[in-house]
């Protein structure tokens, strides 16, 4: 090895060192920077809903057993509890729900000072930023894991619970991607394609107690408070999903995401401009990793109790769909399509997503995973008419863009984002 390539190989050593022990300490910084405190609270009743109660009435088109639609009418619902569960296109619904809230002016339960509520810890009420017993709150919505008893003492008793699932397979490969780097027991994995190799021998490289581990199995049982570890036959799967069943009344699925909106709409009497969206923080084509057979019956049995949670509410799902009535929902989602397709035209230059690099508003720019810019933005069109401008920006507006817009000190977040973009760069 001659002097020069002596040199270049210890300046890689040093950089990848570097990264490292930053990475590490703006992990570990991240996690603790507020320090968790569990108050006991003094128990007061939370008022029936706080809201600015929608007096409007919405037709509710139904049909009935001649597959005739029939007009009834109903009043939004406006008290609701969203688990955001980990990639599964949460960050668009929370979209949705966010312009929701400021139509009907309907009071937010926001973290303090970063964008999830001490996630993974079980939440607790005295995360919520300025909590006090007694205060009314209609919707939660941020990242966080489940803890129902702790969530029913901070919304009305008729709030509705709703969640989103995706097909456990591909959500393991984009978690992989998106949380690989924030998960250490990942370093050691060789090669080029970690997620191959992790998944041919995941026993031999996962590590149960590992920083993040739970990133990478079962992630949305773990989500809702469970415990994901726990072998596919323990009674306490069984009971953890009949516990989930019990507690919300809509799951909806990615796969089937316009359809989960209309169900939606209907269970909470909302209106279809209140669903309209942008699909935002998806990734570049390049970067996603295509599953063989082989591998993604690998990743099922992986995340064998998020696959059976999967399956169970997917058969939920289409017996909804079957009341709904068929007919009716493809006639709604079409509708929905359309009017999106619209809105498109109307906003986004090119009509469609950009990569990162050519996102040309820096204050539209999504945030980015470690190590790789692979989550596209919007750039809205210059010539859009006054009457669209505001909803065309909401609409394509990034989750952490749009907290802030809504009140949100995400100081914490944006220390560790100032240094996950020194390592990007």
Known sequence: MTGKQGRQWRSMCKGLVLSIFLTSCMILFYCLSTPQIHLSLPEVPVPYSCAH?????????????????????????????????????????????????????????????????????????SQVKDYKPGMCFNVICNHMRFNA??????????????????????????????YGRLVPFTWKIPGDDKLTEFLHDPHYYFDPEGFNSFYLKNVLFFDFGQDSSLELDD???????????????????????????????????????DLLFFKLNA???????????ELRARALEWNAIDWKLYQHFNQTFWRKVDAYGRQLMAEDVAELRRRNAEMVSICIEGGRAVEPGSIQETAMQPWQPIGVKSIMGYNLKKNVDKAHRKLCRKMSMPELQYLTELGVNLRTTKLWGYVRDIINW
């Open 53 to 125: 109660r929608p007096t409007q009435l919405h037709p509710k088109p139904t049909t009935n057993s001649s597959q005739q639609t029939t007009g009834q009418t109903c009043t939004p619902k406006v008290d609701i509890m969203f688990l955001k569960t980990h990639k599964t296109a949460s960050s668009t619904f929370l979209n949705i729900l966010f312009r929701f809230g400021e139509k009907h002016q309907l009071k937010f339960a926001f973290p303090d000072s970063r964008n999830d509520f001490f996630y993974p810890s079980p939440f607790q009420r």
């Open 149 to 178: 008893s702790e969530v029913a003492k901070l919304l009305p008793m008729d709030t509705s619970y709703i969640t989103i699932l995706r097909d456990p397979a591909e959500l393991f490969e984009s978690s992989f991607h998106y």
């Open 235 to 273: 009674p306490r799967v069984e009971e953890g999903i009949k516990f989930i069943t019990d507690r919300f009344q809509l799951v909806m699925l990615l796969e089937y995401f316009e359809e989960s909106l209309i169900l939606l709409k209907d269970a909470l009497c909302w209106e279809m401009d």
């Open 283 to 293: 990734r570049k084509g390049s970067t996603v990793s295509k599953l063989t057979p």
